[in-house]
């Protein structure tokens, strides 16, 4: 999701044939209907403050989700456990059952004991002497394991128990995270609608001509370097991926084919080329390898904002592939589209191909929309049952 980038068009102008003048300095009136008036400036603050509170939300949501994946693949697992004990468990309730019989015969008839004592032929009377230290040993291994099985299942029951409170308790939370993406996502909409035609088109010649003098001044302060370096084999086969996905719609929560959010780009790219890796902006963060800017070669992830909220994969000579914000397609973008944290590898043993082609960028790779929701377009949130 961009901070920065926005293209918003109003197309029912255009078709009207209305001209758009850019109004940068110009103070509008209060969407709303308040009384005070806001510059451009100010409302693109707005927006994209707006715009990085959903993505915040989203990221929170996606943490969410994985955790409960973890936790219900985790409760699958305690499940069969369970299962296959208490299988052990009734075989050893059997075998228990027959070790009964077989005393209470000892009791009303000889013992083996008296049976080895009147024996006349010694070597048959050695031979039932292995017989019974057999047996004694086969009744205190099935005495010990229908003990150990009883303990076992009694165990295994209190963690699936706990188990299924957990997953009860993250499927709530992830219930609520959804209703707050969402509400974020209906205060962008709002602010949109409210908006006229040259409000839109102001905000969008403003948002262009801050990200071209952040991009120029990230270029000439010499913090990218050379930017020469090749990919690894890994990194290579993960920019191809996020390359393919140019013009698939932004969605949150989403992880693909058809649609991404920010992170479900580059965990589903390099997860692709061989490597997986954390699911979330903020995981992708802190779990990988940190690398200075200066060092970036494609495949790497340029992650934004301080709270590591955005995340874009990088291409080379100073741009990156994006899944930019709700209402926006995957993109190629400057890398100063937003406030840059870091940048981090995902694979920093792989070591760099010898001939490095980049891939073909289609027509518009640059230009792809990043308008946000048109009015009265509700996004769809996900589904949140128990699963």
């Known amino acids: 999701m961009s901070g920065r980038l926005l293209r918003l068009v109003c197309a029912a102008a255009l078709a009207a044939g209305a001209v758009l003048a850019p109004a940068p300095a110009t103070a509008v ?16 603050t707005e927006l994209q403050t707006l715009y990085r509170e959903a993505e915040k939300a989203t990221e929170t ?30 075989d050893s309730r059997g075998a228990a059952g027959r070790l009964a019989r077989q005393q209470y015969q000892s009791v009303t008839g000889l013992s083996p004991y008296v ?8 070597q048959r009377a050695l031979d039932q002497g292995h017989v019974i230290g057999r047996l004694a040993r086969e009744r205190a291994r099935t005495v010990g394991r229908l003990t150990g099985d009883e303990k076992e299942a009694g165990a295994l029951a209190r963690r699936a128990r706990k188990a299924l409170d957990v997953r009860l308790a993250l499927t709530e939370r992830r219930g609520k995270e959804r209703d707050e993406v969402l509400a974020r996502l209906r205060a962008v909409e ?3 609608a409210s908006l006229t035609a040259e409000q839109l088109t102001a905000l969008a010649e403003l948002e262009r001509d801050n990200v071209a003098e952040a991009q120029e001044e990230l270029v000439s302060s010499g913090a990218l370097g050379s930017g020469g370096a090749p990919p690894s084999a890994a990194g290579e086969r993960a920019v191809r991926y996020a390359v393919e996905q140019l013009g698939k719609p932004y969605e949150w929560g989403a992880e693909g084919p058809a649609a991404y959010d920010c992170s479900g780009l580059t965990s589903k790219a390099w997860g692709a080329a061989g490597t997986p890796i954390p699911r979330t902006s903020q995981e992708q963060w802190a779990r990988l390898e940190r690398v200075p800017l200066a060092e970036l070669r494609p495949g790497d992830l340029v992650v934004y904002f301080p709270e590591a909220t955005h995340v874009a994969l990088y291409l080379g000579d100073g741009m990156v592939v994006q899944a930019p914000r709700p209402g926006a397609r995957i993109k190629v973008s400057p890398i100063a589209a937003n406030p840059v944290l870091g940048a981090v590898r995902p694979d920093p043993a792989g070591e760099p ?25 509700a996004p769809d949130a996900p589904e949140t049952s128990i699963r």
Request: negative net charge.
């Open 190 to 192: 709002e602010l949109l």
């Open 61 to 90: 949501y996606n943490a969410t989700e994985e955790r409960l994946k973890r936790q219900r693949a985790e409760a699958e697992r305690l499940e069969g456990a369970l299962a296959r004990t208490r299988l052990s468990l009734h």
């Open 29 to 44: 009136p209060e969407p709303g209907g308040g009384t005070g008036e806001r510059s451009v400036a100010e409302l693109l």
């Open 115 to 122: 049976r080895l004592l009147l024996a006349r032929d010694p």
């Open 353 to 377: 191909v010898r001939r490095y082609v980049p891939p073909e960028l289609p027509a518009g790779a640059t230009e792809g929309s990043d308008e946000g929701y048109a009015s009265g377009h």
